[in-house]
């Protein structure tokens, strides 16, 4: 149980170009999802808090314009990196929690490649 | 920020040996995690140990945390090469907030 599924699994795209990421929970329902990015050998960054149905809570340093997050379900949310850039290359995994003070389960993650 | 040290960054052993390692941490916390995490994949949850447990027993393996020394150890038994990956100390604090230890890498020669 308690599977996320994050797609696509790998993005190559020109710079300029918006690129959009889902995150499922497959068999429960998130009443929180969490997006996260991590570069090479270094650990994971939270990047925004997202709750169904409210607007997300971006950590400090992190452009709401520019990495936008829909949480429109409890099983659903997206984060779309728009006119993404080269400096926007990283690995971007998601995670979905049910209930507060129960673990967070992690999606298999986005490698993005901005060209 | 991060919060909190990991020891050792990283760690090589041969298969059968156990593996140790060591978080601290700065305020106090809700609980802690440990997390696993394969080359270029997601995070998978090992093991969860609230402020007030002191150990747990998962298959193989074993958390502790101390929360007077502000430090938690996972120790993997009988290591596999399959166990080679970096392992992540996580901590919840109040709000919910996760905060990641920078990990550990793990090499399990077989």
């Known amino acids: 149980g308690a599977v996320v599924s994050q797609h696509p699994s790998w993005v190559i795209c020109k710079s300029g170009t918006s690129v959009k990421i889902e995150c499922r929970s497959l068999?429960?329902?998130?009443?929180?999802m969490f997006w996260y990015r991590q570069f090479p050998k270094q650990s994971l960054m939270l990047m925004a808090t997202?709750?169904?149905?409210?607007?997300?809570?971006?950590e400090q340093g992190v452009e709401k314009d520019k990495f936008l997050i829909n949480h429109a379900s409890l099983t659903l949310s997206t984060l779309t990196v728009t006119s993404a850039h080269p400096e926007d290359s990283s690995f971007y995994i998601c995670?979905?929690?049910?209930?507060?003070?129960?673990?967070?389960?992690f999606g298999d993650g986005t490698r993005l490649s901005i060209l | 920020s991060q919060q909190g040290e990991e020891d050792p960054q990283a760690l090589s052993i041969q298969e059968g040996e156990n593996a140790t390692m060591n978080c601290s941490y700065k305020?106090?916390?809700?609980?802690l995690q440990w997390y696993r995490q394969n080359s270029g994949r997601g995070l998978v949850h090992l093991i969860l140990i609230r402020s007030n447990e002191r150990e747990k027993h998962s298959g193989r393996l074993r958390v502790t945390l101390d929360t007077s020394k502000k430090s938690s150890s996972l120790l993997i038994t009988a290591s596999r090469a399959a166990d080679t990956a970096s392992y992540f100390c996580?901590?919840?604090?109040?709000?919910?907030?996760?905060?990641f230890g920078e990990g550990t890498q793990l090499t399990v020669n077989p």
């Open positions: 997202s709750n169904e149905g409210s607007k997300a809570t971006y």
């Open positions: 068999d429960f329902q998130a009443t929180t």
């Open positions: 995670s979905a929690r049910s209930l507060i003070n129960q673990p967070q389960h």
């Open positions: 996580v901590k919840e604090t109040s709000g919910s907030r996760l905060t």
């Open positions: 305020t106090s916390i809700n609980n």
